[in-house]
């Protein structure tokens, strides 16, 4: 691992002006960009193994070689 940031901190902060000690840095309010694509949730991750499970009894049926 690396080691941390060596910039100064900004006047009367713990952070540098990159790292979040700037005014008005970090997320806006009402931040759109946080919101999830749903491609990492337990019902994705679900859905992905139940087609898997599908595709390879499809394949045990059809006598076709694992992939």
């Known amino acids: 691992?690396?080691?941390?940031?060596?910039?100064?901190?900004?006047?009367?902060?713990?952070?540098?002006?990159?790292?979040?000690g700037a005014k008005g840095?970090?997320?806006?309010?009402?931040?759109?960009?946080?919101?999830?694509h749903?491609?990492?949730t337990r019902e994705a991750f679900r859905q992905r193994r139940q087609m898997r499970e599908l595709v390879r009894e499809a394949r045990k049926l059809l006598g076709e070689p694992n992939s």
Do not use: D, F, I
């Open 25 to 36: 840095s970090g997320a806006p309010e009402g931040n759109q960009n946080a919101l999830k």
């Open 1 to 20: 691992m690396g080691t941390g940031c060596r910039s100064p901190a900004v006047g009367g902060k713990k952070r540098c002006r990159m790292h979040g």
């Open 38 to 40: 749903g491609t990492y």
